[in-house]
């Protein structure tokens, strides 16, 4: 069974950055396109980006107009999102996302929402 857990949540001031990490154990990293999701308090959870098995082909939603940056270290087994000029509406719990899916990119299942595997989430909070 994979399991993915988050790292690099907590308490930033607007303007400041944050990276995220999701490791994954179970399986090499390399069999799964990953992506990162956020929910807000009272919203549903929305998509924010994915990345393919390899690194190749990378996906952001276009509310983030460039802040965020998605990357991994299959190596290491781990997945970051690099989040710059932090804002208090980033306010969110953010998720971790994996899917097995070999054709194409691998990553529509995950930008469609509906990944294999999810981490349990880790909180950043952002204070004005």
């Known amino acids: 069974q994979v399991q993915l857990v988050e790292s690099g949540g907590g308490l930033a001031q607007a303007g400041e950055s944050l990276r995220l990490s999701c490791t994954v154990s179970g399986r090499a990293l390399s069999n799964y396109a990953m992506g990162w999701f956020r929910q807000a308090p009272g919203k549903e959870r929305e998509f924010l980006s994915a990345i393919s098995r390899f690194g190749t082909a990378t996906y952001y939603a276009d509310s983030l107009k460039g802040r965020f940056t998605i990357s991994r270290d299959n190596a290491k087994n781990t997945v970051y999102l690099q989040m710059n000029s932090l804002k208090p509406e980033d306010t969110a719990v953010y998720f971790c996302?994996?899917?097995?899916?070999?054709?194409?990119?691998?990553?529509?299942?995950?930008?469609?929402?509906?990944?294999?595997?999810w981490g349990q989430g880790t909180q950043v909070t952002v204070s004005s």
């Open positions: 996302a994996a899917d097995g899916t070999v054709s194409g990119t691998g990553t529509g299942a995950i930008r469609r929402g509906e990944p294999d595997f």
